[in-house]
T-cell receptor, first 113, second 114 residues
Framework: NAGVTQTPKFRVLKTGQSMTLLCAQDMNHEYMYWYRQDPGMGLRLIHYSVGEGTTAKGEVPDGYNVSRLKKQNFLLGLESAAPSQTSVYFCASIAGGAGPEAFFGQGTRLTVV | AQKVTQAQTEISVVEKEDVTLDCVYE???????LFWYKQPPSGELVFLIRRNSFDEQNEISGRYSWNFQKSTSSFNFTITASQVVDSAVYFCAPPDFGNEKLTFGTGTRLTIIP
């Protein structure tokens, strides 16, 4: 049972390039989340989804887009990467509602040069 | 919307000392959950505990204990007889029932000195 898997684990981008981060969960969870983690800033919510075909903005959505075409996958896109988007990105999923605990991916370390 | 404050940015204690991590939350909900997660140096995030707002009993799990007090809106985490393996960043989190968001406090970095 893989849980939550993020792809890729590491990536270096040049300013202006685009990329997509993939989060896949095999637990049939309804809710999925994307966070970024920067030193001293904790985990900040970028976007989230409460079900297939739905997305919503979190605390720091600018510069990112997301899609949830399939229940098991939640994609995070950077259309034109900027150095300020250098961060560690985490994906999480929850079975449903606000009660269950979150399961996290292992993180993606992204560097934009 | 829910919000948590973890006022302690970094804490260092000598091994075997007890240490308490503070979490103060804000909520307009009458029913809510609170969570603690741990992020060791390896980077993964691990669930530690969930607390329902209806249950104000303290919880103990081995060397870990949690003190939930509705009156002060606090959900503090105590490690007894700390060990080097407890070194990590600890996050408190209050899910937002109304908007289904899951946001985190800024975390407390705990360093246990051997």
């Amino acid at each position: 049972n893989a849980g939550v898997t993020q792809t890729p684990k590491f990536r270096v981008l040049k300013t202006g390039q685009s990329m997509t981060l993939l989060c896949a969960q095999d637990m049939n969870h309804e809710y999925m989340y994307w966070y970024r983690q920067d030193p001293g800033m904790g985990l900040r919510l970028i976007h989230y989804s409460v079900g297939e075909g739905t997305t919503a903005k979190g605390e720091v959505p600018d510069g990112y887009n997301v899609s949830r075409l399939k229940k098991q996958n939640f994609l995070l896109g950077l259309e034109s990467a900027a150095p300020s988007q250098t961060s560690v990105y985490f994906c999480a999923s929850i079975a449903g509602g606000a009660g269950p605990e979150a399961f996290f991916g292992q993180g993606t370390r992204l560097t934009v040069v | 919307a829910q919000k948590v404050t973890q006022a302690q940015t970094e804490i260092s204690v000598v091994e075997k000392e007890d240490v308490t991590l503070d979490c103060v939350y804000e909520t307009r909900d009458t029913t809510y959950y609170l969570f603690w997660y741990k992020q060791p140096p390896s980077g993964e995030l691990v669930f530690l505990i969930r607390r329902n707002s209806f249950d104000e009993q303290n919880e103990i799990s081995g060397r870990y204990s949690w003190n939930f007090q509705k009156s002060t809106s606090s959900f503090n985490f105590t490690i007894t007889a700390s060990q080097v393996v407890d070194s990590a960043v600890y996050f408190c989190a209050p899910p937002d029932f109304g908007n289904e968001k899951l946001t985190f406090g800024t975390g407390t970095r705990l360093t246990i000195i051997p």
